[in-house]
């Protein structure tokens, strides 16, 4: 084309297996950025991070140029979204440009070939069998079947040629895998643009009607979610968390709709919106409550919930308990000195004050994790917990296009595998009449693996020699 017009042009640039390498490692590239640097978070936290890379002289300067190309938000970014674009537009150009021809191959049924083209084929076996050609027709045949061969007969004189073909559809796994990725292109892009992902901590006992993105804005959720309660276990003996589960309520129109306990890698989804278990902190209250419960020397057992500098009675007695002090975590340093070593209830204790109408009797801290602090003159007091005050820190995520990433991630699953495991083969077998023997020739071809294919044809080849014997 001498003069090719601009649509000409255009279409040719976005039809170039050029673009789509340069466009594609551009897109790689800009990933691992994307994953070493946070994405829409404070700059402090990104800023700390180039100090330790480039050191503190230029780690601002480096950060500012980051800040303006958009790195720091990268999967926003126009210049982002433009590269997604391109490489959508450039897969479908070249499926536009590509696949007609390979239709027209698919369509197109096998058909028998002249015997001059027989010396044409790159895999080629010539061999003679000590049988008549009808009887080393059906052997043939049977062999070939093993291998997933129908083969058709069309016979001329004393000749008959047998051809068949599979895996034609094979040719299409390109395609299909290109489809995949615009499906997934366009999942990406629904979550980015119609989703979010916020967080959410929730004090136990309360509730909340929206969620907050990074730089604090709120989303609302369209419904309420409530912290009935927080856990957390721990190794024994250490002080790591085991695992920490939150029992959730979902409230819509002033009604409780859902309740699910949720842990790590076991969240809540409730329309659209998935709420995952990712951390918990300590924040107690004036109406925090203290969980005790009792069993007294008689045996009688009583479970209570009382506030800070509150009493309780122990079953048949009169002896009356007032929670005097409380530590998350409490410690003993060498010297005895008791002392609190954690903001978070990593080893929480109450101290106890035992009163006999006015007089105090005893005084005993009660830790929550060693039972063997439990146990009083009077019985033993466990303690539960300190609820409401403990909030469990949700991650809440809103990406209504991960049914199509997952639709894709299928289908390009099963295109990956037809274009790399599956394969178009053909074959064609001229049978000659030769008194009472038959003379073969069979050749082939395919678009792929010719080796594998020609060590197969062999091995047929082989098996029918030794059964001619």
């Known amino acids: 084309m001498l003069n090719p017009s601009f649509i000409d042009r255009i279409w040719y640039f976005l039809s170039s297996v050029k673009l789509a390498i340069f466009v594609f490692t551009t897109i790689g590239i800009s990933s691992i950025f994307g994953t070493i640097i946070d994405q829409s978070s404070d700059p402090e936290k990104n800023i700390k991070l180039l100090t330790k890379i480039f050191g503190q002289s230029i780690a601002l300067d480096v950060y500012k140029i980051i800040d303006t190309i958009g ?42 070939i002249n015997e001059e083209q027989f010396s044409n084929f790159p895999i080629r076996h010539h061999f003679t069998l000590n049988m008549h050609i009808d009887k080393a027709s059906k052997l043939i045949s049977d062999a070939f079947s093993k291998s997933g061969f129908k ?39 629904a979550g980015l643009f119609k989703g979010f992902n916020g967080y959410l901590n929730l004090l136990e006992g309360t509730n909340s009607s929206v969620a907050y993105l990074q730089n604090g804005q709120e989303i609302p959720l369209g419904f309420e979610i409530r912290c009935d309660d927080f856990d957390v276990s721990f190794y024994e003996g250490s002080d790591t968390p085991k695992s920490y589960k939150s029992n959730l309520t979902i409230i819509e129109n002033g009604k409780e709709v859902l309740k699910q306990q949720i842990e790590v890698n076991s969240p809540l989804r409730y329309k659209g919106i998935t709420f995952y278990q990712s951390s918990y902190g300590f924040s107690p209250s004036p109406q925090s409550l203290f969980h005790f419960r009792i069993t007294s020397r008689s045996k009688k057992q009583l479970e209570t919930k009382i506030h800070f500098d509150e009493q309780f ?157």
Request: glycine share 4%; aromatic share 14%.
């Open 71 to 112: 790195l720091n938000n990268m999967y926003h970014s126009w210049w982002f979204i433009t590269l997604l674009f391109v490489f959508a537009s450039n897969l479908i150009v070249c499926t536009l440009e590509r696949l007609p021809s390979v239709l027209k191959i698919i369509k197109e049924p096998i058909k028998p």
């Open 151 to 189: 083969l058709y007969e069309n016979r001329e004189d004393n000749n008959i040629q047998s051809y068949s073909e599979k895996g034609k559809y094979s040719r299409l796994g390109l395609y299909i895998t290109h489809i995949s990725i615009l499906l997934l292109f366009l999942g990406v892009i």
């Open 313 to 469: 009675t122990i079953p048949d007695t009169n002896i009356t308990v007032k929670v005097a002090d409380f530590s998350p975590a409490i410690a003993m340093d060498e010297s005895g000195k008791l002392f609190t070593y954690a903001d978070n209830m990593v080893n929480p204790a109450v101290f106890l004050e035992f009163y006999d109408g006015k007089s105090i009797i005893n005084r005993q801290w009660v830790l929550k994790r060693f039972p063997q602090s439990w146990v009083f003159p009077e019985g033993e007091i466990e303690f539960v917990d300190l609820w409401g005050s403990q909030y469990t820190g949700l991650q809440v995520r809103k990406d209504p296009g991960v049914w199509l990433v997952y639709l894709a991630c299928l289908i390009m699953s099963v295109g990956l595998y037809m274009s790399f495991f599956m394969t178009h083969k053909k074959i064609w077998i001229l049978l000659k009449k030769n008194a009472n023997k038959t003379d073969v020739i069979i050749v082939a071809s395919t678009n792929k693996y010719k080796n594998t294919f020609e060590n197969k044809i062999q091995e047929t080849v082989s098996s029918l020699l030794k059964t001619d014997k």
